[in-house]
C-alpha cells in the first residue's frame, strides 16, 4: 500500500505540489510533498532538430502532448488526483523561444532552441559601432545568440508574411514558460499569456530594474510589442488548469531553470551560491536587491521575485567545458571507460604532477569570452601519467569554478559564504573536496539533488499558503553531505598562478581567418 492510500494520513498530508520542468532535451513532472520529498517523477524525451550546422529546433506541439503526458503519469505513480494537487509550478530550459497563433494555437515555426546559433550575423550587426555591450546596462546581457530578442526578429525576418500578422496582435511570443501557462489554462480557450521576471530577463527586452519591457530595445533589436507576454513574479497565481489531469488546480509559479535551482537550493540571502554541474555549469549569487553591472565577464539576471515583493538579483557565470571533459577522457581518448572510472583514477597519485588541462574546446565561456582560444594541456614532462592527466581534468571544473567567484567577488564585492552543488558530477567527491579547496569556501550537496524542480514546486507553494515563507524552506532544506577546506593557502596560491598561466596560452590560438 503506498502512502496515498494510507487511511490513517489526514487530508493535508495527502497534499502535495506538481512541478513541471520543460528541460531542453525532455520535459517531466515531480510531485513533491510538504517536506520538499520526491513522492512520484514522469520523464519523457522529446525530438531535437537540426536543420542546418549551428542550428537547433525543437517542435512545440510535441513538448505539449509530452507535458500532458508526464503529468498524467506522475499523478498516476503517487497515487493521487487533482484535488490532492494544491498548486502547479514551472521551470524551463531558458531563452528557447517560440511564436505561434493567438486563435488557432498552432507555432508558425519550430522553437528556436537556446543553443542555435543562427542569430550570429544580426548580433554583430546589432552591435554595430557599440559592440556586445550595447544593451547591456538595461539588460545586464551582451549581445549574443543565446539570448531570446533576435531569435524573434529572426522568426520575423524570415517567415513570410509574420510580421504584419505580429502588428497585427495576431501572434503570440513566448519562452517555454508561457508555451506550457497559456496552453494549460486554456489555450485558445482564455489560455493566459505570461512570463516570470526571470525568463523576461534572459531575452535582452526587460529592463532590469523597472522589470518592464523596454520599448526602445524592442524598436532597436525590431520586436514589435504587441507579441510579447505579460511580466509577473516568479511566484503568484497566474490562473487555473482547464480540463487534463490538473482540472482547475492553480497554476503558481514560473522560473528559467537555473533560476529555480537557486530558489530550490534555499539560496535566500546575499552572497549564498549555487553551482549546477552537467555537461557544462552554471553557477549563480544572490546579489539581494540590487542588479550588480558585471564588469567582470559575468551577466545579470534575476534571481526570483515572490509576488509583490522587492526582486532579488544575481550574478551568473556559464562554463561551458565541465562534465563534457570526463565524456572526452572516456569517448575520444579511452583513457576511463566509465565516468565514475575518473575518480579512482585520479585518487591514485598525490597530486597533478605539475599538469594543468584547460578544456577551451570550443572557445572560453565566463570570464574571459575568447572564441579564438583552443584546449591546452601544459605543465608535461616524462614524470606525467594518465593519472595525473585524470587529476587535471577534475581540477580544470574546480579551477573554473574558482576563476567565476573571483569574477563574482570583483562585481559584487560580496565573499561568496559557502557553495551549494546539485548535478551529476556532485557524485565525485574528490572533484567536490577540490572545489572546496580552490574556493578555500565549504562545498554542501543536499539530500534533494531534483533543486530545479524543487525550486518551481517551492515557489508555486508560497503563492497558495501551502508553505508560509521561506524560513518553512529553510527548514526542508537538507544536508547529504558536506566538504570543506583542507589545502594549504601558500600552495593554493602557487597553483592558481600555474592555473592562469595554463588558460594565456590557450588564447590567440585561431586569427580571425581561423
Not at 496515498?4 to 520543460?22: G, M, N, V
Not at 566538504?483 to 602557487?494: F, K, N, V
Request: charged letters at 25%; one cysteine or more.
Amino acid at each position: 500500500m503506498s502512502d496515498a492510500q494510507d487511511p490513517a494520513l489526514t487530508t493535508e498530508s495527502r497534499e502535495y505540489i506538481a512541478a513541471i520542468d520543460q528541460g531542453t532535451t525532455s520535459s517531466r513532472c515531480i510531485v513533491f510533498d510538504r517536506d520538499g520529498r520526491i513522492v512520484s517523477v514522469e520523464q519523457k524525451e522529446h525530438e531535437q532538430i537540426f536543420p542546418k550546422p549551428g542550428w537547433v529546433e525543437h517542435d512545440a506541439k510535441e513538448i505539449w502532448t509530452n507535458v500532458q503526458e508526464v503529468v498524467a503519469g506522475a499523478l498516476a505513480k503517487a497515487e493521487i488526483t487533482r484535488e490532492h494537487v494544491k498548486a502547479i509550478g514551472i521551470t524551463n530550459q531558458r531563452e528557447t523561444t517560440l511564436l505561434w497563433d493567438r486563435t488557432t494555437g498552432e507555432p508558425v515555426h519550430n522553437a528556436i532552441v537556446w543553443q542555435d546559433t543562427r542569430t550570429d550575423a544580426l548580433c554583430r550587426e546589432l552591435g554595430r559601432n557599440v559592440g556586445q555591450d550595447r544593451f547591456r546596462r538595461e539588460t545586464g546581457l551582451p549581445l549574443a545568440s543565446y539570448f531570446a530578442g533576435p531569435k524573434i526578429r529572426w522568426l520575423l525576418d524570415n517567415v513570410e508574411g509574420l510580421r504584419e500578422r505580429a502588428e497585427r496582435g495576431e501572434i503570440l511570443f513566448g519562452t517555454m514558460d508561457s508555451w506550457v501557462i497559456w496552453n494549460l489554462t486554456g489555450g485558445t480557450e482564455g489560455g493566459v499569456h505570461v512570463t516570470d521576471v526571470t525568463n523576461a530577463s534572459r531575452t535582452m527586452l526587460m529592463n532590469l530594474r523597472t522589470l518592464r519591457w523596454e520599448e526602445r530595445i524592442c524598436s532597436s533589436i525590431g520586436v514589435p510589442m504587441e507579441l510579447l507576454p505579460e511580466i509577473r513574479s516568479s511566484s503568484e497565481v497566474y490562473g487555473h488548469a482547464k480540463g487534463g489531469a490538473l482540472d482547475g488546480v492553480p497554476v503558481a509559479s514560473a522560473l528559467g531553470d537555473q533560476q529555480a535551482a537557486l530558489f530550490g537550493q534555499t539560496c535566500f540571502s546575499v552572497g549564498e551560491a549555487k553551482s549546477t554541474y552537467g555537461t557544462g555549469t552554471f553557477l549563480l549569487m544572490n546579489t539581494g536587491h540590487e542588479a550588480i553591472n558585471s564588469y567582470a565577464g559575468l551577466v545579470t539576471t534575476v534571481g526570483y521575485r515572490i509576488g509583490d515583493q522587492q526582486p532579488v538579483y544575481a550574478l551568473e557565470g556559464s562554463i561551458a567545458i565541465t562534465g563534457a571533459l570526463v565524456q572526452w577522457m572516456r569517448d575520444q581518448m579511452g583513457l576511463i571507460h566509465s565516468a565514475a572510472e575518473i575518480e579512482t583514477l585520479a585518487r591514485s597519485v598525490e597530486d597533478n604532477g605539475g599538469a594543468y588541462f584547460v578544456p577551451a574546446f570550443s572557445g572560453l565561456f565566463a570570464p574571459y569570452w575568447r572564441s579564438d582560444a583552443r584546449g591546452v594541456i601544459a605543465g608535461l614532462t616524462r614524470y606525467v601519467t594518465k593519472a595525473h592527466i585524470a587529476r587535471a581534468v577534475l581540477e580544470a571544473t574546480a579551477w573554473q569554478t574558482r576563476e567565476i567567484v573571483d569574477a563574482m567577488r570583483k562585481d559584487s564585492g560580496v565573499e561568496l559564504t559557502s557553495l551549494k552543488v546539485d548535478g551529476g558530477m556532485t557524485s565525485n567527491n574528490l572533484l567536490m573536496q577540490k572545489i572546496s579547496d580552490f574556493l578555500d569556501a565549504p562545498v554542501v550537496r543536499p539530500m534533494v539533488s531534483e533543486t530545479t524542480c524543487l525550486g518551481a514546486a517551492y515557489a508555486a507553494g508560497l503563492a497558495v499558503g501551502f508553505w508560509s515563507n521561506v524560513e518553512d524552506l529553510r527548514a526542508n532544506w537538507r544536508r547529504a553531505a558536506e566538504w570543506t577546506p583542507e589545502m594549504d593557502p601558500a600552495e593554493r596560491d602557487r597553483e592558481y598562478q600555474f592555473w592562469l598561466k595554463a588558460v594565456q596560452r590557450t588564447m590567440g590560438w585561431l586569427d580571425e581567418e581561423g
